[in-house]
């Protein structure tokens, strides 16, 4: 198992404070101030983020166009700072520690990695996030975070003015169609596989209002010409040029972790997320989320917010927890 960030606790014992389940933005944003709090914190990290197909990510105040790569590096730097450490492993299986309670310095979970070491904690905080399953349609996949694309908030500025395609994946396209009309007046809603008696009333006279116009049939595919996109193929053969297209994926939350730990989950129409308090703490017992583990719409900027958050209150929870048991005679933390 790769070691990525040296560390000042070189014996890696496997006992932690708290384990971060991921390291991303939310997690990595924990680790900072955890590491800041004198705890000893490990970050799993799997090597996924979300946003690796963008070259850019935008809407962060300072690190905006930075690229997705170069902010997590420069995360992982920092963590180091404070002993944090961070292994390149993927957290395959979780579960309560028979040998511990979380109380003073006995650990509470198992967490199982895929390298085959086992790592304890008293807390854990999941930033596993989310995968995108993208419509099967070709040209999409391979076209994503360049010219096709998913947030208008993410990339709308850089593609302003472009004639703006939406492949529907639901009659909820209609609202991404609607909103990314404020970047563009060139917008043509694809229905796909959405019939067009799925769309309301409300929702033709709303397209009809912002000029976008409506194409019913299956797309087939991209044409691409000198490496860029430059029009919609549809089945009957017909095609639009265009040169951007959005397309909203279906979400994958990656909830297996949480949901081993017995931690409610509850639906919404971008899949089933755990129910959480303001700092992202689940209802299984010492266990918060932060990211896109606890929500669709978590940008980065949100991430790395809900991080602190969730890493603000289980250093609280732990201070806490130890003053409880010395008072009571427990264990002392080590």
Not at 5 to 28: C, F, I, P, R, S
Not at 134 to 147: K, M, S, T, W
Request: net charge negative; proline share 4%.
């Amino acid at each position: 198992m790769e070691v990525v960030t040296v560390t000042q606790n070189k014996d890696l014992t496997g006992e932690y404070d708290v384990v971060v389940v991921g390291g991303g933005a939310a997690g990595l944003s924990a680790a900072l101030v955890l590491g800041r709090s004198r705890l000893r914190t490990l970050v799993v990290d799997a090597g996924e983020p979300r946003n690796a197909p963008s070259a850019h990510m935008q809407g962060y105040l300072t690190r905006d166009g930075m690229s997705p790569a170069e902010f997590l590096a420069l995360g992982r730097e920092e963590i180091a700072r404070y002993g944090v450490e961070l292994v390149r492993d993927r957290a395959v299986d979780v579960a309560r520690d028979g040998a511990g309670d979380g109380v003073g310095s006995r650990a509470g979970f198992a967490v199982e990695l895929a390298g085959g070491r086992t790592v304890r904690a008293r807390r854990l905080i999941v930033t596993t996030g989310l995968g995108d399953e993208l419509p099967a349609v070709p040209g999409v996949a391979e076209r994503f975070g360049r010219d096709v694309l998913h947030c208008p908030f993410c990339h709308g500025w850089e593609v302003r003015d472009e004639r703006f395609g939406v492949l529907a994946t639901s009659a909820l396209s209609v609202h991404q169609a609607l909103m990314v009309s404020g970047w563009s007046d060139d917008v043509t809603l694809f229905l796909h596989t959405v019939a067009e008696e799925e769309l309301s009333d409300d929702d033709l006279r709303r397209l009809a209002a912002a000029g976008v116009k409506v194409v019913p049939g299956e797309v087939a595919g991209l044409r691409i010409e000198d490496d860029r996109l430059t029009g919609v193929r549809l089945a009957d053969g017909t095609t639009h040029d265009r040169t951007v297209v959005f397309t909203a994926p279906r979400a994958v939350p990656r909830t297996g972790l949480m949901e081993r730990l017995g931690a409610e989950l509850q639906e919404t129409p971008f899949g089933a997320y755990p129910v959480v308090d303001p700092t992202g703490r689940t209802s299984a017992p010492g266990v918060w989320t932060a990211g896109n583990a606890m929500g669709f719409g978590e940008q980065v900027v949100h991430a790395a917010s809900g991080g602190y958050r969730a890493a603000a209150a289980v250093v609280g929870d732990l201070i806490m927890s130890d003053l409880d048991a010395t008072l009571t005679g427990g264990p002392r933390p080590a």
